[in-house]
């Protein structure tokens, strides 16, 4: 299935950019990413070992390794392939059946987890991708009492509810959810360094990410020049349709839709509200 994905890349990733936003380079790395997640498991499914647990003389104890059976995935739609990839993968080389509740805002890549699954000659059933609200068929997968494991990345009040859903059918879940990811610079820190953490940890994706670097804490002797390079990369980047960056570079898509626009002008008009100080940009695309 990897391999697959790579084969089509051309085809995947104008799909990628056009749903979510992100420049076209950006969706040709998560694509290589999502393959390799294949690449990983499928060496993982000849090596998975046992182990033996010494409970005393004249006892022999050891784990079996099962399948839980049918294994729900609700899928973010900031990385719809990627993040597909790195769960339904580890599924299929464990030996389970996979449902996965589309994004709604960025459904039409997981299509080709099943054409992938066709190509490969995966048994029908052994992928299932579903379209759907995540209050209306993300919460019948969560519930659903024929399924054994549940898989979600996305907001902690969903995950709650999910949580909250499986626990009513003893079924184990595994969920990924926000953060606040803090950068520390500290006094001897390189700054030339830190001024491409700053470009891959706030800016790619248009800062869509869990994990993206969403404040720093910088020692005070380092504070007006860290200041004056992170403005510097801000004002690098050229802002456009993702479709028209084709090559790496310092250039940023669009949001992926007009309400997650219009929440990061929200917080920014907050901020500056508060006492920020706005260096660039700040207000939305004409």
């Known amino acids: 299935m990897g391999r697959y994905l790579r084969d089509h890349i051309d085809q995947i990733a104008p799909v990628l950019t056009y749903e979510q936003g992100k420049p076209l380079w950006e969706s ?3 694509i290589e990413g ?7 498991y499928g060496n993982q499914a000849e090596t998975v070992e046992g182990r033996s647990i010494p409970l005393g003389q004249d006892y022999l104890d050891f784990p079996v390794h099962e ?4 294994s729900a995935h609700i899928i973010p739609w900031n990385y719809p ?9 580890a599924a299929l080389a464990t030996g389970n059946s996979v449902v ?12 080709w987890f099943a054409t992938a699954a066709e190509a490969v000659g995966l048994p029908k059933g052994a992928v299932n991708i579903l379209c759907g609200r995540g209050d209306e068929a993300g919460a019948a997968l969560a519930a ?5 494991q549940i898989v979600f990345t996305g907001s902690v009040p969903t995950g709650i509810a999910i949580a909250s859903a499986a626990a009513k059918n003893i079924v184990p879940c595994i969920l990924e959810l926000g953060g606040k990811s803090a950068a520390i610079v500290h006094e001897d820190a390189d700054l030339d360094a830190f001024e491409t953490d700053l470009r891959w940890g706030i800016f790619f994706n248009a800062g869509q990410v869990c994990s993206a670097m969403s ?6 002797s380092r504070h007006a020049e ?16 993702g479709i028209n960056f084709a090559d790496f570079g310092p250039n940023m898509g669009t949001m992926v839709s007009l309400p997650q626009r219009d929440r990061a002008e929200s917080m920014v008009v907050r901020a500056v509200a508060d006492g920020g100080q706005l260096i660039t940009g700040g207000h939305r695309q004409p």
């Open 226 to 241: 860290l200041l004056a390079r992170a403005e510097k990369v801000a004002k690098s980047l050229q802002l456009d349709d």
């Open 81 to 89: 392939v990627e993040m597909t990839a790195r769960s339904l993968s």
């Open 34 to 40: 999502a393959a390799r997640y294949f690449e990983y």
């Open 100 to 111: 996965t509740k589309t994004p709604e805002l960025t459904p039409l890549t997981n299509a």
């Open 215 to 220: 404040r720093v804490i910088v020692h005070k």
């Open 67 to 70: 399948p839980y059976g049918v």
């Open 28 to 30: 040709c790395i998560e």
């Open 144 to 148: 659903h009492p024929q399924v054994n």
